[in-house]
DNA sequence: TTGAAAGCGCTAACAC
DNA sequence: GTGTTAGCGCTTTCAA
């Protein structure tokens, strides 16, 4: 039974009475206050440990109104990307004695916004999040913003308000992608994304468009595909670019795991990567240099991105600087050439 | 600054005296306790939405010793496997008004250590857990075993204690696969796995042995290959089998990705899957069905795994069902026959 | 350097 | 059907 687990907690008052002095001294000595004598803090810590008391964090939350508990809301966790951001998030949030609250919009807005109020119910000291896929409406942050709940967009942004945006340049990587591709020869380029409302998908598309132009290619539309950038899509692709005549000689896919599928499909059909087609990805998810031929893709420092997210939220609640949160970061992010996109010169 | 954040806060008392009530029936009528005339609880809810009131949870939880939130710690988040477990997870635990805290133990025992600590400072009232990895020593769990909250493994599980445990059934599974093998003709089929003091591995080993033994075939332990499964693994494994004189004709990865890599390699090298060597992988990975050939695999159902999980959980905690917690559930599992595995007869 | 005391916002036993 | 009241365990101001 769960119920009996209470009867054995140990509170503040029950130093205090074996030490016989006051629960303020117990208190203030469990935090090192610089009032009390280090030998009375010694007594107490050597107290507490013995008697077993842990901090009861709901009566310390209540009495301080501040959780020390960060909100982290992302489209979907499955993957590496994802996963580094958050092991970087954490990190830097218990060394600063944050817990993370994490959850999935799994792409939709609705859910991204039951989320959001969640967190909101949960007092989160800050939100943080990455948009998902069809976010298009702004208003669940609203409670968030009115309540003076510091927000941090990363990755997936929207200028919103108060809110600050930590991103890597999704244009300049675009655009080295692209200047790649063309380098090797390339002339007729076809660019997979997805919605171009995200700023990811929408910067990457500009930087495709600046380097045609810095070749003087005019942009044609027809090269343009968008899609959720799913495995199926990446196939389905893969098929419409077979029935383009005459066939592109380059592909830049906003995603790794959707060029790898449409480039495995390409292959099915005879076409040779990178001879007949020069592929590019983005993200540089470990598969991509597992796959034959190894995948040429937009390197992304997710641990990074996670660690530098947490820095600024928890120093910006610190008082530390506020201008962060009016602010946009730009972390580095680099091409690494594979096999998939080097034509043979 | 984020320090004016509280000066608006609404309490039942606001209400109560709004409505010249006491903060009683204000409370009751939050929670449509029966008592409470309808009339009342409705102007209370009207009351309270128009003030903008928050129910404060801290309050809540300091009052009634309950915190309706979970942990859960698995090994590492980047899987499409573990993604599925945990929006599994949080759908049923939101359904019935649990909060989720997700933590990565990335797959080292010392992580999953301090992860359990911060846990049970956070008084969840259950927690589930995948063991990392290099899990040994379980002593990281006696606080929680002592404390009486519900400890519930999954997947990767241990029999500790009492400790409820939520697995497929990895033995059947291996033996499935394995026999699928066999009946394609294969004659040398190399085994590569993990840690086999992790059930997961362990199990899939009894089947891999027990196929074998099924169709008189002895187990050879230079067939057994074991590594941590990423995917460096599978290339390096690739070269072992290389070298192996005669080829073997079949190989078992008790993992997707790295059955990936091995197999890519081998390819590399000339080899024709499945006419040499016939691949059979585990866990269903998205990637898996888009490799060439595609991979055959086992299917695992993350998303209903996670929320066996927490209903099997929320059920011990309303008292319920105690005998869960006692005992091992078992999921279903079964074969996804592909291309990687069918040999031309 | 330490103590007394008030109160954070809520719940629930008990009273009516 | 509703109100009174006493805490839950902690922090912090004020006083000594």
């Known amino acids: 039974m769960p119920a009996d687990k209470n009867n054995t907690e140990v509170t503040i008052y029950d130093i205090a009475e074996a030490l016989d ?9 469990l935090k090192n206050h610089s009032s009390i004598s280090s030998d009375t803090q010694q007594k107490v810590k050597e107290q507490a440990k013995e008697m077993g008391y842990r901090s009861n964090i ?9 959780t020390n508990t960060l909100g982290v809301i992302v489209p979907k966790l499955n993957s590496n990307f994802m996963s580094s951001v958050i092991a970087g998030m954490e990190k830097v949030a218990n060394e600063n004695g944050y817990n993370l609250i994490i959850s999935q919009s799994l792409e939709t807005a609705q859910k991204e916004a039951s989320n959001v109020e969640t967190m909101f119910e949960s007092r989160v000291d800050g939100l943080i999040v990455s948009l998902a896929y069809d976010t298009e409406d702004y208003s669940h942050f609203d409670p968030i913003i009115e309540n003076n709940i510091p927000l941090v967009f990363f990755d997936r942004v929207a200028y919103y308000k108060s809110a600050a945006n930590i991103i890597i340049d999704n244009f300049k990587a675009g655009q080295q992608a692209v200047t790649h591709l063309l380098k090797q020869g ?3 380029i076809v660019h997979m994304t997805s919605n171009l409302a995200r700023n990811v998908y929408e910067d990457r598309f500009r930087g495709y468009k600046q380097a045609l132009e810095d070749y003087d290619i005019p942009f044609d539309p027809k090269y343009l595909i968008q899609n959720d950038l799913s495995n199926q899509a990446g196939q389905q692709a893969a098929q419409q670019i077979l029935s383009m005549d005459p066939l592109p000689d380059g592909l830049f896919v906003a995603n790794d795991t959707c060029a790898i599928a449409c480039m495995s499909t390409l292959q099915d059909h005879g076409i040779k990567i990178p001879e007949d087609i ?3 990805g983005f993200n540089n998810d470990p598969i991509s240099s597992f796959v034959n031929p190894k995948l040429t893709t ?14 600024n939220l928890i120093s910006h609640l610190n008082g530390d600087n506020n201008i962060a949160m009016t602010n946009t970061i730009i972390l580095n992010a680099e091409l690494i050439i594979r096999e998939s996109s080097v034509k043979a010169s």
Chains 1, 2 share one sequence.
């Not at 002095?21 to 000595?29: A, F, I, N």
């Not at 992304?300 to 530098?308: D, F, I, L």
């Open 186 to 188: 390339c002339k007729r």
């Open 298 to 311: 937009i390197n992304y420092h997710g641990n990074e991105m996670g660690k530098v997210v947490i820095r």
């Open 58 to 66: 709901f009566a310390k939350n209540l009495r301080r109104k501040k």
């Open 21 to 29: 002095v006051s629960p303020s001294t117990v208190s203030r000595s």
């Open 278 to 280: 020069a592929v590019v």
